[in-house]
């Protein structure tokens, strides 16, 4: 059944946490594939990526309620607000659950352009794409997988007055968890990156564009209006099969930490993002930004291996990809004052270089104890969107941003995650990540501009970003 559309109520609905620990070996991607004919479908993680990231994944499905807000409507968080109010736990989380596990509530993504309704931004972009800017699903039974313990965990909300049991709650995941291990997927075999051919793939403007919006891009930063922008092109292909198929190739062969699926009945959502928005746990929030990139390929010979050491100690020992994250760095810090209590920012990781399956990434990351009285509204307002694709200082990038690229970015350089009844969130920054809508896909790429950038290499490592997506979406194309 279709959720009805969203009505508020000022009385909050009574919510007490059931759930049961299941130890089976279980194919993930049979669970994924499962939950993708289900209604309205959220995966998070997928892989065992998680490890390296918060360490669970969730399937849900057939939601209770769907919050959308759209391009020109108002106050969106005022309305978020009120839907995150409706829900309220009756009792704390139960300690012999994995701490910081989501326990339900809602998951879904927020655009890049919900920043417009945080400060005053222009409108010169196109919205050729017209999907929502806010798309949340509450859900009340979700099953998770803890990646290190290698155990299930299905959870599902008694909540007050529903006409569903929490028991019946229960055993629907337990025999979505039965189904799912009858279910064989067939991968689609690997590709090579570097093989790919983008003469037969379309763009929102063509390298001679690119160049010439960069060298504008490099005479505000000459000028001193900016430091650093984050700029992107996006690109465009047909695409027929299911997008289902293009999350398990990513999972097989791009798996990442932040990996996120979600299908409408209008489009799909691919993530392959490896960078961290915020995690809010227990009342410590978190982020990671990502600043500074070289590709990385399949170690398969003794040249393969010496080209990725070199590219590794290239990015280490940068100093512009130093500086551009130390700016990043100061961002964030500085969003987080607005939010957090005195004297508890820090600088919890400093700057380190990730390997992930297609390129080295330099990341670092900040955190912070929040006030009382912040609430997930008010930590949007100070933090969306990220500094890392935004840029510094962050309001004079995002304007510089629209007048440069010539269509909105939509869920790219947004957030993908869940907000929990517990009010315990993760979210990540929406690189990495196609759109599936009419029949086409999207992909979009960037990376941060800054007064000393090489326009050829800025230009090439967006090339290294698309292929990796474009990899998948050329495989999974072939095998359908």
């Given at each position: 059944?279709?959720?009805?559309?969203?009505?508020?109520?000022?009385?909050?609905?009574?919510?007490?946490?059931?759930?049961?620990?299941?130890d089976?070996?279980?194919?993930?991607?049979?669970?994924s594939?499962?939950?993708?004919?289900l209604?309205?479908?959220?995966?998070?993680?997928?892989?065992?990526?998680?490890?390296?990231?918060?360490?669970?994944?969730?399937?849900?499905?057939?939601?209770?309620e769907?919050?959308?807000?759209?391009?020109?409507?108002?106050?969106?968080?005022?309305?978020?607000?009120?839907i995150?109010?409706?829900?309220?736990?009756?009792?704390?989380?139960?300690?012999d659950?994995?701490?910081?596990?989501?326990?339900?509530?809602?998951?879904?993504?927020?655009?890049?352009?919900?920043?417009?309704?945080?400060?005053?931004?222009?409108?010169?972009?196109?919205?050729?794409?017209?999907?929502?800017?806010?798309?949340?699903?509450?859900?009340?039974?979700?099953?998770?997988?803890?990646?290190?313990?290698?155990?299930?965990?299905?959870?599902?909300?008694?909540?007050?007055?529903?006409?569903?049991p929490?028991?019946?709650?229960?055993?629907?995941?337990?025999?979505?968890?039965?189904e799912?291990?009858?279910?064989?997927?067939?991968?689609?075999?690997?590709?090579?990156?570097?093989?790919?051919?983008l003469?037969?793939?379309?763009?929102n403007m063509?390298?001679?564009?690119?160049?010439?919006?960069?060298a504008?891009?490099?005479?505000?930063?000459?000028?001193?209006?900016?430091?650093?922008?984050?700029?992107?092109h996006?690109?465009e292909?047909?695409?027929?099969?299911?997008?289902?198929?293009?999350?398990?190739?990513?999972?097989?062969?791009?798996?990442?930490?932040?990996?996120?699926y979600?299908?409408?009945?209008?489009?799909?959502?691919?993530?392959?993002?490896?960078?961290?928005f915020?995690?809010?746990?227990?009342?410590?929030?978190?982020?990671?930004?990502?600043?500074?990139?070289?590709?990385?390929f399949?170690?398969?010979g003794?040249?393969?291996?010496?080209?990725?050491?070199?590219?590794?100690?290239?990015?280490?020992?940068?100093?512009?990809?130093?500086?551009?994250?130390?700016?990043?760095?100061?961002?964030?810090?500085?969003?987080?004052?607005?939010?957090?209590?005195?004297?508890?920012?820090?600088?919890?990781?400093?700057?380190?270089?990730?390997?992930?399956?297609?390129?080295?990434?330099?990341?670092?990351?900040?955190?912070?104890?929040?006030?009382?009285?912040?609430?997930?509204?008010?930590?949007?307002?100070?933090?969306?969107?990220?500094?890392?694709?935004?840029?510094?200082?962050?309001?004079?990038?995002?304007?510089i941003?629209?007048?440069?690229?010539?269509?909105?970015?939509?869920?790219y350089?947004?957030?993908?995650?869940?907000?929990?009844?517990?009010?315990?969130?993760?979210?990540?920054?929406?690189?990495?990540?196609?759109?599936?809508?009419?029949?086409?896909?999207?992909a979009?790429?960037?990376?941060?501009?800054?007064a000393?950038?090489?326009?050829?290499?800025?230009?090439?490592?967006?090339?290294?970003?698309?292929?990796?997506?474009?990899?998948?979406?050329?495989?999974?194309?072939?095998?359908?």
């Open positions: 059944m279709t959720p009805q559309a969203m009505t508020f109520e000022k009385k909050s609905v009574a919510c007490v946490i059931h759930f049961k620990r299941v089976r070996q279980i194919n993930l991607t049979g669970l594939e499962l939950f993708s004919n209604s309205n479908p959220s995966i998070l993680g997928g892989s065992d990526a998680k490890i390296n990231a918060d360490g669970f994944s969730y399937w849900a499905a057939e939601p209770r769907i919050f959308e807000f759209h391009s020109h409507h108002y106050q969106p968080f005022e309305k978020l607000g009120q995150l109010d409706k829900y309220k736990l009756q009792k704390k989380v139960h300690d659950l994995p701490n910081g596990i989501f326990v339900g509530g809602w998951i879904g993504y927020f655009s890049y352009e919900l920043g417009r309704y945080i400060e005053k931004i222009p409108e010169t972009a196109a919205d050729d794409l017209k999907m929502p800017l806010t798309r949340l699903c509450f859900y009340d039974k979700v099953i998770c997988y803890d990646h290190r313990k290698k155990v299930f965990w299905l959870i599902a909300l008694e909540i007050t007055d529903d006409r569903v929490v028991s019946e709650k229960l055993q629907w995941l337990n025999e979505k968890l039965n799912s291990q009858k279910i064989t997927v067939q991968l689609p075999e690997a590709t090579k990156i570097q093989d790919i051919d003469s037969q793939v379309r763009s063509d390298k001679a564009s690119y160049l010439d919006a960069l504008k891009i490099r005479r505000y930063i000459y000028d001193g209006i900016v430091y650093q922008v984050n700029f992107s996006r690109f292909c047909d695409y027929k099969a299911e997008p289902i198929k293009l999350f398990h190739w990513q999972n097989q062969y791009n798996p990442s930490g932040h990996a996120a979600i299908l409408t009945d209008d489009f799909s959502i691919v993530s392959a993002s490896p960078e961290m915020i995690t809010l746990k227990d009342g410590i929030i978190s982020t990671k930004p990502i600043k500074g990139t070289r590709p990385r399949a170690e398969t003794a040249e393969s291996m010496k080209i990725n050491e070199r590219n590794f100690a290239e990015l280490a020992a940068s100093e512009k990809e130093q500086a551009e994250l130390n700016m990043i760095i100061d961002l964030e810090r500085n969003d987080l004052a607005r939010i957090c209590r005195p004297g508890t920012r820090v600088v919890t990781q400093p700057r380190t270089i990730e390997s992930y399956p297609t390129v080295f990434h330099a990341v670092a990351v900040v955190s912070g104890r929040l006030r009382d009285d912040v609430r997930f509204c008010d930590i949007m307002r100070a933090m969306f969107p990220g500094g890392s694709i935004t840029g510094a200082p962050k309001v004079s990038a995002m304007e941003i629209d007048q440069t690229e010539p269509t909105v970015r939509g869920v350089t947004g957030s993908i995650g869940y907000i929990g009844i517990d009010e315990n969130a993760c979210l990540n920054i929406a690189i990495r990540t196609v759109i599936v809508k009419d029949n086409k896909a999207y979009q790429t960037g990376g941060g501009i800054v000393d950038s090489d326009p050829q290499a800025e230009w090439d490592e967006t090339i290294v970003k698309a292929r990796a997506l474009l990899a998948g979406i050329n495989s999974v194309q072939r095998s359908a």
